[in-house]
């Protein structure tokens, strides 16, 4: 390990550490909470308030879309497999808090947290565009309602984000189980692709609008046909993830209908 050069200031210091670690160099953004200005580092493994679809949530799942109650409080989506306990805190992939879990439903496989600048929605409604480790981002700007034969992106924080998705099904019931009750749509990617991976549970479907705005359409469950899993050793989170062409997922207007809540668009 490199120690950083203590006559140098705090940034350059933060940069010097991360070249060392071979780690990419985080991003800026200015967030607003309540009168003040606060400029947060972020990335999908390392983000903050406020918390954008398609980052880490802990070591083992990716965030969803940013929601808004009937009295106007943030609540974030992900999936309900990922686990915790009501009550109980989430964290980002760098063991920063995010806020309280609130509820859990097994039948659409959700769940939601109340972020702890719940009260703030400026900054919210964005979602993560790119690689595993991306700083780049698209505006959430509405939601959609997926059909067979729509093509959609998959935002995971462990494989990035994947396009040009089929949507090949709108009432799979899967495999013996797999967490969520319901019918669920799949989206297929083309053969040799994949369309998500291991890690990737809970992050967030969209209809690319253009080449900076989104529509939310859905939150991945999980693989269609576990045995064609397969295992991928580059471009993803940790070097090694267990990934899969067919991904399923339910409507993001099904789930936040069943929580009575509305999307916040940016």
């Not at 200031?9 to 060392?20: P, Y």
């Not at 609130?102 to 719940?118: G, K």
């Amino acid at each position: 390990m490199v120690a950083p050069d203590a006559s140098k200031s705090t940034s350059d210091r933060r940069a010097q550490l991360q070249h060392a670690a071979l780690v990419p160099v985080l991003s800026i953004k200015e967030v607003t909470l309540g009168d003040h200005a606060s400029v947060k580092n972020f990335s999908r493994g390392n983000d903050s308030p406020p918390w954008y679809a398609g980052g880490m949530r802990g070591s083992n799942c990716t965030l969803g879309f940013a929601v808004k109650t009937a009295t106007d409080e943030v609540r974030l989506m992900t999936a309900n497999h990922c686990g915790g306990a009501v009550g109980g805190n989430v964290r980002d992939g760098s063991g920063d808090l995010i806020g309280t879990l609130t509820v859990r439903n097994s039948e659409w496989d959700a769940q939601l947290i109340r972020p702890t600048n719940y009260s703030v929605l400026t900054g919210y409604g964005r979602v993560f565009h790119g690689n595993w480790y991306t700083t780049s981002s698209r505006a959430v700007i509405g939601s959609t309602y997926p059909i067979v034969n729509d093509y959609l992106c998959v935002s995971g924080a462990f494989s990035g984000t994947h396009c040009s998705l089929r949507v090949t099904s709108t009432n799979f019931s899967g495999p013996s189980g797999q967490a969520g009750d319901g019918p669920r749509l799949v989206v297929t990617a083309a053969p040799g692709e994949y369309a998500g991976c291991s890690g990737d549970s809970g992050g967030p479907i969209i209809d690319p609008s253009g080449t900076a705005s989104s529509h939310a359409a859905g939150m991945v469950i999980g693989p269609a046909d576990p045995s064609i899993n397969e295992l991928v050793t580059s471009n993803v989170r940790g070097g090694g993830a267990v990934c899969n062409r067919q991904i399923t997922f339910f409507r993001h207007t099904a789930v936040a209908g069943h929580f009575n809540v509305n999307t916040i668009t940016h």
